[in-house]
């Protein structure tokens, strides 16, 4: 089956996002979403979740914003003297030293399901905040986790990008990520659950200031691997997210486009059936 999942992260990051992510499900633009559970918004999310039942809600992986759910006293090699998480270069950057160990990211991995539980929510699938699962000493974790769960696991799989060519940086970041998922899927094919493509505006190259449905019509007209995940970053106001991410101008663009109908357009015209990731992997056991 053409299957596409639409998933938005940064579920309880913030009020702006809920109501967004919201927006969009009701508009029938969006299937799935990750939620934060040390998000300021995270119990609201939740609440909007259990009177949502279609809507799937998985547990976004959080090492690079705000604190922990864990006890710091067990996890010091992920966080920055004040206790909190630090940005993902200072995390990379640990992680290729050796600095971090398999025990602390499971003790914070085991603390964010839990919390994610305490919220009343059973969770569709994992992923993470900045794709930190890419790296493979974190994915080997979350991996073993899902594995042992029957839960799936996103696999950022990086797209060749549509249009413009991107910065120096931006190809960089993507062959790193490339490489790092080529070789998280190598090791644990046929253990894991998981989307067989994924894709994003960010795959566009440089995000146009104005999004259409030129522009997702692009990024999904020649996937040939299902189920595909389209990821999604939504926003009321690019305001709503300052201090929390760089991409506020980016999220409230896909809310905008989302709202207008252009990905339901797309995705009606393109023959996907839009499902989450629950929907998905219970119809590819039948």
Known sequence: MKTLIVNADD????????????????????????LMVNGAA???AAQLALRHPGLGV??????????????????????LPDGTFPARGVLARRLMLGRVYSA????????QLAAF???????????????VHAFPQVFDVLARACAARSLPLRQPWAARP????????????????????????????????????????????????????SHYRALLRDVQA??????????????????????????????????QGALAQVIAEQGWQL????EAFDEERR
Not at 275 to 278: K, L, W
Request: proline content about 5%.
């Open 58 to 79: 998985g547990l976004h992986f959080n090492l690079t914003l705000g604190r922990p759910s864990a006890d710091p006293c067990e996890i010091p090699g992920l966080l």
């Open 226 to 259: 299902f189920p595909c995940e389209l990821m999604v970053h939504l926003s009321r106001r690019p305001d709503d997210v300052d201090g929390l991410t760089r991409i506020g101008d980016v999220s409230h663009a896909e809310w905008q486009c989302l709202m």
């Open 117 to 131: 539980e305490r919220l009343g929510l059973v969770p569709s699938h994992v992923d993470s905040h900045q794709h």
């Open 162 to 213: 549509v249009g413009a060519r991107p910065r120096l940086g931006r190809a960089l970041r993507t062959g790193l990520l490339a490489w790092m998922t080529s070789l998280n899927h190598r090791r644990w094919q046929g253990r894991l659950r998981s989307n067989k493509a994924f894709t994003s505006v960010f795959d566009l190259g440089a995000v146009p200031s104005r999004l259409d449905a």
């Open 275 to 278: 499902r989450n990731y629950r």
């Open 11 to 34: 579920f309880g990051l913030c009020e702006g996002v809920n109501a967004a992510i919201l927006d969009a499900y009701a508009a029938g633009s969006l299937s799935s979403t990750t």
């Open 42 to 44: 995270a119990a609201a």
């Open 104 to 111: 602390q990211l499971t003790a914070e991995l085991d603390a």
